[in-house]
């Protein structure tokens, strides 16, 4: 049977009225009201699209707003971006934070500029002193600023690795981490009770910030290498965003001055047109990358997603082939060299539940603490005390908590950096030191399941199923289950030799299922069939898990 087409109701109708009465934008106020007139003429289409951009608002989460550059308060334009900030204000007032410094920075996609000029303003007049970053600068600068400032908080118009149509507005508390609950909550209803747009009071007032705060981000970024080789010829790419100056010039300050960018990515470019998803770990996304890497004879690839604080690595391997490195590989090689080299007495290390545990191995060899933590960066930069070295699987890393709070691509490439040039020096690559984690440690595989469910109450039904009658065994092993709800919406299967946790995405609507295989080592000589083993059972897991979550 032919569905109905959707019909303009009064209500939709008055919706979209209200919010083009009370916007900002004679730009976002037109494009809203061309929608508004195709529906009203009775394009079923543009009725559909007024329905999804009066959806709203965008829910501020704790990693804040991300949504589609639109009209409607389903989107991000200036007047979201307004009554956020004018609840923003409100939430650090009612925290006695009132008249204290905020850093605005942001990326280089559509509409960061004015978004970050319309926070601005919004601070000003609400009292705050406000410090404007100069120009289109990485993520972790923001985080740096936040800090070295004494800030009360801070803001970064970015929508990090999202589509090209995206932007989005993350937020960083007095500590110059990113908020956790209940702040996020509290944040939401302060936007709720925030006036319209329009009655929001805007004013002039912003500083911009001087050079000095990026040569120090940059000071410490040069300070972090314990090495003394730096014989490295390295390919990298910012891949259309904002890290390829401030990417050159810590390694330039750190002494790797061999750098090759790959040309077609190497400026600032909102439309992303060399990729079809601008984020390192999709399929395709560093072809160009590997390619510069071969053609120049480098010995380290570096691929940064767009706002610059993910950090991917690829290196090549025995047989000469370029491949990218997983984020659980980074992690354990980057945790490795740091707590190898750290002059702290009780260091600790973190990383979260779905991520690889052998950086737990890896700890207790150096007799350093180890916490794993729920995932987000906004968790690892709270781990505890003596925190020297944080990652997440997705390419997230610190290797700089001393001053970033935060994942840090360009810290992080500093610190490859360093132990790819340690390591040619002894005539060695990445690939052995991972070979030699392996043998002291056992093999640690990874993988990950995303089943893509746009609907959100088919994705809570699917995890109740599991959480229900959750499967006894799995690739011929017995496994328990324990469920974390109500600290998170995570389930965690365990059994010898292997880990699986499911948890919806916070950010796609997708269900995510983290698999993890080991497998002992008995002998350097016996690494390779530890290896096929362990995929073996790896590639078992994998199968069983999506025939559960299909079925």
Known sequence: MTQPSPRLTTDLRDQAFRWIADDVDPDTRTELQTVLARAMGGDADAVAELADRMDGPLTFGTAGLRGPVRAGPNGMNPAVVVRTTAGVAAWLTRHGKAGGTVVVGRDARHGSAAFAAAAAEVLSAAGFAVTVLPGPLPTPVLAFAVGQLGAVAGIQITA????????????????????????????????????AAVAVPRAPGATTAGGDLLEAYLSRCAALPRGTARTLRVAATPMHGVGADVLERALRAAGFADVHLVAEQAEPDPDFPTVAFPNPEEPGATDRLLALAADVDADLAIALDPD??????????????????????????????????????????????VSSSMLGRIAEAHGARYVETLTGFKWLARAGEGLVFAYEEALGVCVNPGFVRDKDGIAAAVLACDLAATAKAAGRTLFDVLDDLAVRHGVYLTDQVSV?????????ELMDRVRTAPPATLADVTVTAEDLLPDADVLRLRGEGLRVVLRPSGTEPKLKVYLEVTADVPSAESLPESRRTAAERLTALRTELSQLLDG
């Open 160 to 195: 990090s690795h999202n589509p090209p149509a995206d932007n989005g507005y993350k937020l960083y508390d007095d500590t110059a981490a990113q908020i956790v609950p209940p702040a996020d909550r509290e944040v939401e209803a302060a936007i709720a009770a925030a006036p």
């Open 452 to 460: 893509r469910i746009p609907d959100l109450r088919a994705r809570a």
């Open 308 to 353: 610059a604080d993910r950090c991917a690595l690829g290196a090549r391997e025995p047989d000469g082939t370029w491949r990218m490195l997983r984020g659980d590989e980074t992690g354990v090689l980057l945790g490795e060299h740091v707590l190898s080299t750290t002059d702290s007495a009780d260091p600790l290390v973190a990383t979260t539940i």
